[in-house]
């Protein structure tokens, strides 16, 4: 069973930033695509950013120009650089391949205003 493991999360300040780290065994860091989603409380999973095996990313419109995906594929974890946090940016933050292997623990992101 492949799981991928978060973490980096913590409380900050509106306006602060956060990195957020997933460690991935190497057969999935460096050859598939990843994910990272967010789940907010009372709501589904959702994609906040991906990142594929050549690089492009991709990001929802709500972390757009505030959050950064990249990959270190010689440390086979990819991060989620969070800057100018908001309050509606707290959740459980998760990683997870495309197409998708056992969910992990996530790691808790919470912004005070």
């Known amino acids: 069973q492949v799981q991928l493991e978060e973490s980096g999360g913590g409380l900050v300040q509106a306006g602060g930033s956060l990195r957020l780290s997933c460690a991935a065994p190497r057969s999935i860091a460096s050859n598939r695509d990843i994910g990272w989603y967010r789940r907010l409380v009372g709501k589904q999973r959702e994609l906040v950013a991906s990142i594929s095996s050549i690089g492009y990313t991709n990001y929802a419109h709500s972390v757009k120009g505030r959050f950064t995906i990249s990959r270190d594929n010689a440390k086979n974890t990819v991060y989620l650089q969070m800057n100018n946090l908001k309050p509606e940016d707290t959740a459980v933050y998760y990683c997870?391949?495309?197409?998708?292997?056992?969910w992990g623990q996530g790691t808790q992101v919470t912004v005070s205003s």
């Open positions: 997870n391949a495309l197409p998708w292997e056992s």
